[in-house]
């Protein structure tokens, strides 16, 4: 996914300690962890270091914002989690459908997990902007007022009672693993990192080079662009979808950080149909 292109980002460490210290602050109050992580990177979205800070609790894994996912990509992820022995689930915590599903899938893991409890204490854990708030809303039945586009924006602690369960109003926030570039890339692509920390066309100059060779539909359809545009260089596709877009500035030359923002806001808001920026590696089926 990098494609050859620079990107800076960082999730600064001070962060990541104080995230780590407030999490293992809470885990001893939970029965079962609901990890929420975006559809469209379920791998790069996951934070590895969860299972040791948990240990042996109960876990369940929501597959989040799935309608901006491929659900074919989507339904290959759900079988490798599964083959692996987790317990996951795709879910829209937007439109809440099949939310009966992810209650079901609760219920199952809290009584296997803790069949004598009456009472079980849930918390919803995933890094920054992958649904969190959103799925807890969905979970509590209470509406979105507290659901942002920016990370950080959930304050205060409660319990919210709905049945049997009570779930922890505040979501443990995950730190994201940077493991390398190309990971920097996607968890800055669905919007985990904060923009401030990276040069725009660079990271949609790296986003382009993979949408042509893994997903070129969209720089077809979506922006109308021909056949030997798609084929030719990222920077070449930038200047061309600014063209065609209209973003120039003074001068008439095209405005490429405009263009870098329009195109990176086109596929936050799906525009550029579902698209899932990894896959699980699955070895192949012996017959
Ligand atoms: N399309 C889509 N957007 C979602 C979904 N869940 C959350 N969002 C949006 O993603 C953004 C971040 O959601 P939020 O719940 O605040 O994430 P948090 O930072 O993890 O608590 C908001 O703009 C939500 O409306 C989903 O399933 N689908
Ligand atoms: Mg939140």
């Not at 995230?19 to 929420?36: F, G, N, S, W």
Request: with cysteine; charged share 25%.
């Amino acid at each position: 996914m990098a494609g050859g292109n620079k990107v800076e980002i960082q999730w600064y460490p001070g962060h990541m300690a104080k995230t780590k210290r407030e999490l293992k602050a809470v885990l001893p109050y939970l029965d079962l962890i609901i990890e929420v992580t975006d559809a469209r990177i379920p791998a790069s979205g996951r934070n590895p270091d969860l299972a040791a800070l948990i240990g042996k609790k109960a876990r369940i894994l929501i597959l989040n914002k799935v309608d901006l996912a491929d659900p074919l990509v989507t339904a290959e992820w759900i079988a490798y989690y599964r083959s692996a022995g987790e317990k996951v689930i795709p879910f829209d915590a937007r439109t809440g459908e099949k939310l009966a599903a992810v209650e079901s899938l609760i219920e199952e893991v809290a009584r296997e997990a803790l069949p004598s409890k009456a009472v079980w204490r849930l918390g919803v854990v995933g890094i920054p902007n992958c649904g969190k708030s959103s799925v807890l809303n969905r979970l509590a039945r209470r509406s979105a007022a507290r659901v942002g586009e920016r990370p950080g924006i959930t304050r205060g602690k409660q319990w919210v009672k709905r049945g049997n369960w009570e779930i922890l109003d505040t979501p443990g926030l995950l730190w994201p693993k940077i493991a390398n570039q190309e990971a920097a890339v996607k968890l800055a692509l669905v919007g985990t990192i904060k923009p401030e920390n990276l040069e725009t066309e660079e990271l949609i100059l790296a986003f382009l080079d993979w949408l042509k060779q893994h997903h070129p539909a969209p720089l077809r359809d979506y922006y109308g662009l021909g056949p030997s545009t798609v084929e030719g260089d990222p920077y070449d596709l930038l200047l061309a979808i600014g063209t065609r877009r209209g973003c120039l500035q003074k001068g008439g030359e095209v405005n490429l950080l405009r263009t870098a923002e329009l195109i990176w806001s086109d596929f936050r808001l799906g525009k550029l149909g579902p698209i899932t920026l990894e896959r699980p590696i699955v070895s192949p089926v012996s017959l």
